[in-house]
Structure formats: C-alpha cells, structure tokens
T-cell receptor
C-alpha cells in the first residue's frame, strides 16, 4: 500500500537556525511529490511540485529536493513567519498526504 | 476572486443529525475534492468530482454523499452524523495539473 511518512512530527528552531524536514514515501509509479504549507485554521497552500529524482525547487528560504525514496524541505535561516505545518503529498494511483511537520521558529 | 469558499466554518451536531457542508469555487476548475483532516493523520479523500454530473468515491466515503450539479458547487452531505465524523473538512479544486487549491475548512464536532 502507498505510504507517506513525515518526520519529525514537530520541530522547534531559533530564528536563523537552518534545518530540514523529511518526507519518505513508498509508492508505485510516482507521478509527483507536493509540498504544502498550512497555517492554523487555514487550508493547505501549495509550495512546490517535484517530478523526478534529482529535481530541486526554491522559494525564498525554502528549498525542496527529491530522491527515489524521499524528499527534503530545507529551511535556511528561518524567520518566525515560517512557523506553520508543512505537508507532503505524493501522487501515484491517487494522492496520499503525510501527517505533516509542525514547525515553530522562535525569535 | 474568492477562490474556494466553504461554509460554515464551525458546526456542532448531535449524533444522528444531518447537515450539508457547502463548497463553492469561482476559478472554473473542473476537478473538486472533499478531504477530512484528523489530528496526527494525513488528509483523507472522501469524494471527488471531475466535472459537473460526475462524482466518485475516495478513500473514506462511508457516511457521506456528494452531488455536482454545476461547475461551481460541490456540497458534502452527512446523514446520521456519528462521533467518528468529528473532523476538519476541506474542499479543494484542481486544474488538472494535480496542484490543489484548498478552502479554509469546516470544523465539525459530533456530540
């Protein structure tokens, strides 16, 4: 069965302290891997799509990378406004979401 | 453009009651989805629609029904509400590129 696992469940960083979030997956026939940001009380907001191993996408302080088994969301010099839950989803036969990583960035 | 609008934002139901969660979009997207989000779990697909008049079951359809009479509207019906249906419900649309646009959600409690 297709599975998506995100780690860690929660991450607390100091402002400026870079780190990475992990999304590991086991699916047959990956068509795309997606990263979303979700703020409390809001719906998820699209960040990136990655289609093949070795692909990278960047947006401000965020960079997403993809291998054959996992994706990383790297956060460089985070700011408090980067605090949110980050969701990973994989599209194969259908779309499967991970449970998310709740990121808190303290000033 | 409002995007994807969901109403109500919050609702408390008693066991056995029924209700309809409304979802309206003004982006002219053909694909629409209903997801539920439970603490510690990934979003689960309830129902989806690829266009007006066409709907299909997702991963967790039991206890729910949908209809799609227009491109804009995709209501989700709960019949005989149960505590297991306590969740946050999200409606989403998609252009066919698999990138989803979500509404702000409906938080439902069944007591």
């Amino acid at each position: 069965e297709d599975q998506v696992t995100q780690s860690p469940e929660a991450l607390r960083l100091q402002e400026g302290e870079s780190s990475s979030l992990n999304c590991s997956y086991t699916v047959s026939g990956l068509r795309g891997l997606f990263w979303y940001r979700q703020d409390p009380g809001k719906g998820p907001e699209f960040l990136f799509t990655l289609y093949s191993a070795g692909e990278e996408k960047e947006k401000e302080r965020l960079k997403a990378t993809l291998t054959k088994k996992e994706s990383f969301l790297h956060i460089t010099a985070p700011k408090p406004e980067d605090s949110a839950t980050y969701l990973c989803a994989v599209q194969a036969k259908d779309m499967r979401f991970g449970a998310g990583t709740r990121l808190t960035v303290k000033p | 453009n409002a995007g994807v609008t969901q109403t109500p934002k919050f609702r408390i139901l008693k066991i056995g009651q029924s209700m309809t969660l409304q979802c309206t979009q003004d982006m002219n997207h053909n694909y629409m989805y209903w997801y539920r989000q439970d603490p510690g779990m990934g979003l689960k697909l309830i129902y989806y629609s690829v266009g007006a008049g066409i709907t299909d079951k997702g991963e967790v359809p039991n206890g729910y029904n949908v209809s799609r009479s227009t491109t804009e509207d995709f209501p989700l019906r709960l019949e005989l509400a149960a505590p297991s249906q306590t969740s946050v419900y999200f409606c989403a649309t998609e252009t066919g590129t698999e990138k989803l646009f979500f509404g702000s959600g409906t938080q439902l409690s069944v007591l």
